[in-house]
């Protein structure tokens, strides 16, 4: 029988946690008394592993959230359970934002997927949106540049709604370029805060500007992030991998199911983690659908859409 504390915060305030797991087992779940009850026969023995799982963790101090909850049944619906605690005890933080909030790997995915980064010079991040592939390569790339591995970060999108040609658009080129590129300058500003960011982007230790201006370039002591990626051909592709310099480090990411590209057109990342697959110092990382970290209900989303 857990402590009462523990018992609280299985439930959650006003039963929160309780009405996801009905939810999800498709069963009433009744608590009272430091006890819950299970009407559905079905859902007994998972949930009852759920919540030891559960009380594991807590007992052991590790403070859970909401999204712990959803991914810890998941875990236990893929029979992922034998290294959770060692998982939740041994997670390290990669850097701590200016508010001070540690950025640690949050699934087994992400884990896999920062080890990847850091002992591969490049790597594919595949997977649906709201998985962390790109903000855990921004903030792979700023703990780098801290560290001094790097002396520069590179950040790129195809702007594909432009057509790659932002010359009709009103404004400098910044102006031009930002509206495709904001969700790269949030992650640095978590990082590094606003001010730091601009003062980097000004000295020109940070960069970042759509994939059209990648020709042409060799790219030395630099992390290179290709977000959007599947949104690239394979000529685009080409060019971007073969900008890499020596002492570089390069990250593509991208989700191959939402491609805006004509129909005619074959996505390079598609192309190139069939063509490079295989190869030393090349990762390619695959989220899956239950590593998804954003509100709840975005898992429900992908898994009627994928239906």
Known sequence: ??????????????DKHIKLYERL??????????????????AIKPLEHLFDVIVTLLSAGIPLKDRDYLYLNELV????TPDILDFYESRKAI???????????LTFSQN?????????????GMGPAGTGKTYLAVMHAVAELKKGNVKKILLTRPAVEAGENLGFL??????????????????????????????YIDKG??????????????????????????NTTQGQMKLFLTRMGVDSKMVVT?????????????????????????????????FDRFDVIRHPLIQVILERYDA
């Open 25 to 42: 087992f498709d069963t009433p779940i009744r608590a009272k008394d430091g006890a819950i009850y299970i009407d559905k026969a079905t």
């Open 95 to 105: 850097l701590h934002t200016t508010e001070g909030k540690p950025i640690v790997p």
């Open 1 to 14: 029988m857990p402590s009462p504390a523990i018992y609280q915060q299985i439930l959650g305030p006003h």
């Open 254 to 286: 991208g989700d191959v199911t939402q491609t805006d590209l004509p129909k005619n057109v074959s996505s390079g990342m598609v192309h190139a983690t069939d063509l490079l697959k295989g190869i030393h110092d090349i990762a390619i990382h695959t």
């Open 77 to 80: 619906k893929h029979a992922k």
């Open 112 to 124: 896999d997927y920062l080890n990847k980064l850091k002992h591969n010079t490049l790597v594919f």
């Open 205 to 230: 230790i940070i960069e970042i500007a759509p994939l059209a201006y990648m020709r042409g370039r060799t790219l030395e002591g630099a992390y290179v992030i290709l977000d959007e990626a599947q």
């Open 170 to 199: 009103p404004g400098d080129l910044r102006e031009k370029i930002d509206p495709y590129l904001r969700p790269l300058y949030d992650a640095l500003y978590d990082a590094l805060g606003r001010a730091t960011v601009e003062e």
